[in-house]
């Protein structure tokens, strides 16, 4: 009996092959791929000799080229063969699962027969993004660095009157402007003080006092009637004497505001002897510029590079985060909020579970080494990317590299891992200077470095060693004493240390750099012209304060001035006030007495009228 469900089955995969083979031809997905390669690149992707095994699925390639976008002539890798297997019931659903995907003979920056250079439509601006400013910051931090000549140094500093001449002293502008202001609140308090009325109202005081009289004959009622008076010149007194503290409180105010706004004076004069450092091109022989010159483009452009590479890694990673696994029943959830459940039922749309490469660098290193999870959509695999790489050549060269990009939460993470020994150094560039090295003609390095980027904060961390160094310098001046000495200092040094810290977020970048090079540099700049130099400074800043003193002594004379009068205004008026008050409080006292007096008279004489009762 025949199963015919069977046959019909056979039937149709059959038919499903026959169809997939006359539409997808090799020719035909070779063209594609390289299409979309390209747009990917911006540069050329060529792929020789495609074949696909309809059957399993299984593709392979003697070779893939993808072009530099940056050096047209040069590919920025290329492969020998190549295979990978595709599965096949994804593909219905628009989904690329590679199980496995195998490269061999990988190697980068090879030369090309042709430009690979290919036409592109310009995109449109778009606002940089954290990698792209953190790679402009590096960059801009490395080339500010100053390349130090001697000659043209010594030329600027030379003649003190010629850096005067071409320095604008502000500080002498700014002093005049302070003592106009200052004048007007000075001037403020003066129109204060005319028209204070304390004097008048004195006057009305001691006019009220004088009608206070304590003749002989007056009764009790009237004596309480007179301290009654007195109780309220007191008040009034008190007032006067509230007036008085409040003056003096807010011209104390005023004047320690004077006092803090001329604090600025030396910041002013501070600021004019800096401009004139920057216009005399006096030299900072600090440790930071020095390492900076000799070694950070080379190390700023290596994290250059992982950056760029995780700056792509992100981009793709956010082109594709919209693919979502299949919709099934929601349950209840927070608002907002998209929740991923790994599952086995649902596919990314594309997804290469395991990849291995053997090649080399095009210096002849062999690496090794394998990716997993090369994947469109990290959260519905539930696990990140990563990618694990060794190599070594003759010699004793050891490299391994560590990756993983994490994008299964809203803040992206990557880290860079790199323990690369025994690097040739030969013919490494260090400088154009014509004062130190230009390059290391000899020596073997040793590199541990780490970087970590989260959100839009990186941290980064690179140690690197030189052994049996030999140093290259451009052909010396005749006579010049700093160029000697420095090479002396140098070239007996042998090994190199260096340790390079790298962290931030955004426009905070910070970026430090140390060698045991840098204090051997600095000291022996420093003892040839350092004494120069500090001479020039002294020289300089005294020609500014010699400038500005005649503002800064007509300002003190001002406010001293000013405010010693200001406070004897405000003695005088204190004086006046505790003299009155002095007075109506002995009077008050006598007027008190007076009132125990009558008192005691009165308290006697009922007393002596009840004795001669009872008589």
Request: a neutral charge; hydrophobic letters at 35%; aromatic letters at 8%.
């Amino acid at each position: 009996m025949i199963r015919w469900a069977g046959v019909i089955t056979i039937v149709v995969l059959a038919a499903i092959i026959f169809v997939l083979g006359l539409i997808f031809t090799d020719e035909w997905l070779e063209g594609k791929l390289e299409d979309m390669g390209s747009s990917i690149v911006g540069a050329k992707v060529e792929i020789d000799d495609l074949e696909i095994g309809l059957l399993e699925l299984k593709f392979q390639w003697q070779r893939i080229q993808v072009t530099d976008p940056k050096h047209t002539m040069k590919n920025m890798f290329e492969t020998g063969v190549s295979t990978f297997d595709l599965e096949f019931w994804p593909l219905f659903t628009s989904k690329y699962i590679i199980e496995s995907f195998d490269i061999t003979n990988f190697r980068t920056f090879t030369d090309r027969e042709t430009d690979g250079k290919i036409e592109k439509e310009p995109e449109p601006p778009s606002e940089p993004g954290f990698i792209s400013k953190t790679i402009d910051n590096l960059s801009s931090q490395v080339s500010e660095n100053v390349n130090l000549n001697l000659d043209e140094m010594r030329q600027s500093f030379s003649n003190v009157d010629n850096i005067m001449a071409t320095l604008d002293i502000r500080s002498g502008k700014k002093i005049d402007s302070l003592k106009n202001v200052i004048e007007s609140g000075y001037k403020e308090w003066d129109t204060k003080f005319k028209n204070l009325t304390i004097e008048q109202d004195i006057k009305s005081i001691e006019a009220k006092a004088k009608t206070i009289k304590l003749d002989k004959g007056q009764n009790l009622a009237q004596i309480q009637q007179s301290l009654a008076t007195a109780n309220e010149i007191v008040k009034d007194v008190e007032k006067l004497n509230n007036q008085v503290k409040d003056i003096r409180t807010n011209l104390t105010d005023d004047i320690k505001g004077v006092q803090q706004s001329v604090k600025q004076v030396d910041d002013w004069i501070k600021e004019d002897y800096a401009r004139a450092k920057d216009k005399a091109k006096l030299p900072d022989f600090s440790v930071q510029n020095i390492g900076k010159l000799l070694f950070g483009p080379n190390i700023v452009g290596r994290v250059n590079q992982a950056l760029g590479y995780a700056a792509k890694a992100r981009y793709y990673a956010s082109k594709m985060k919209s693919d979502k696994p299949e919709k099934k029943p929601d349950p209840p959830r927070f608002k907002g909020q998209d929740i991923y459940f790994p599952s086995p039922l649902n596919r990314p749309k594309f997804w290469i579970r395991s990849l291995s490469l053997t090649g080399a660098t095009n210096d002849g290193l062999q690496l090794e080494g394998k990716a997993a999870d090369i994947v469109s959509n990290q959260k519905m695999i539930g696990r990140p990317t990563t990618i694990d790489l060794n190599g070594g050549r003759e010699g004793g060269t050891s490299i391994k590299f560590t990756s993983e990009l994490n994008y299964l939460e809203e803040t992206p993470k990557e880290t860079f891992n790199l323990d690369y020994n025994r690097i040739s150094l030969n013919h490494t560039k260090l400088s154009d200077s014509p004062v130190f090295p230009t390059e290391l003609e000899k020596g073997v390095g040793n590199v541990q470095a780490g970087l970590a980027l989260v959100g839009e904060t990186i941290d980064g961390k690179i140690n690197f060693t030189g052994s049996d160094v030999v140093y290259s310098f451009k052909e010396p001046k005749s006579g010049n004493d700093l160029y000697r000495l420095i090479r002396d200092a140098i070239k007996n040094i042998n090994r190199i240390e260096i340790n390079a810290l790298i962290s931030g977020q955004r426009d905070q970048l910070k970026f430090r750099l140390n060698s045991n090079l840098d204090k051997a540099i600095a000291d022996n700049v420093k003892a040839v012209i350092g004494a120069e130099v500090e001479k020039v400074k002294r020289q300089v800043e005294e020609r500014i304060r010699k400038e500005v003193d005649k503002y800064k002594s007509q300002l003190d004379s001002m406010i001293k001035e000013k405010e010693a009068k200001l406070r004897a205004e405000v003695a005088k008026y204190e004086e006046m006030v505790n003299k009155e008050k002095e007075k109506i409080e002995a009077k008050k006292k006598e007027i008190e007495k007076k009132i125990e007096d009558e008192k005691k008279k009165l308290e006697k004489g009922v007393s002596d009228k009840i004795k001669g009762i009872f008589k």
